[in-house]
């Protein structure tokens, strides 16, 4: 038999991740629950993490001189993503 996958994109583990942040932030949920939710978007972060940095191995495989490139100067779009997140309580961890 053929594997289902089951994988989710990451876009859905992104969306996943903002709906728990905003749950936690608006307060919509008490401490226990929170601490779960924080321990689910803590492990999404990390896989989304991972699945991003396997893309980037396979952009610099496909076309190594144009990432090199970019790796040298990074532009201020690069700062802007890095402070993306930055008071998300559950990018913090």
Partial sequence: MAKKKSEKTLEA???RLE?????IQ??????????KLYEE???IAQ????????IQKKLEMINPSELKDD????????????D?????PILLA
């Avoid at 896989?47 to 396997?54: I, P």
């Avoid at 993306?84 to 998300?88: C, E, I, Q, S, V």
């Fill in 19 to 23: 709906e728990i942040a905003s749950t």
């Fill in 84 to 88: 993306l997140g930055r008071d998300n």
């Fill in 41 to 43: 978007g803590k492990q």
């Fill in 13 to 15: 583990l992104i969306a």
């Fill in 71 to 82: 790796d040298e100067t990074p532009s201020s779009d690069d700062d802007n993503f890095h």
């Fill in 26 to 35: 608006d307060g919509q949920v008490g401490l226990e629950d929170s601490i």
């Fill in 47 to 54: 896989e989304c993490n991972e699945r991003l940095s396997a």
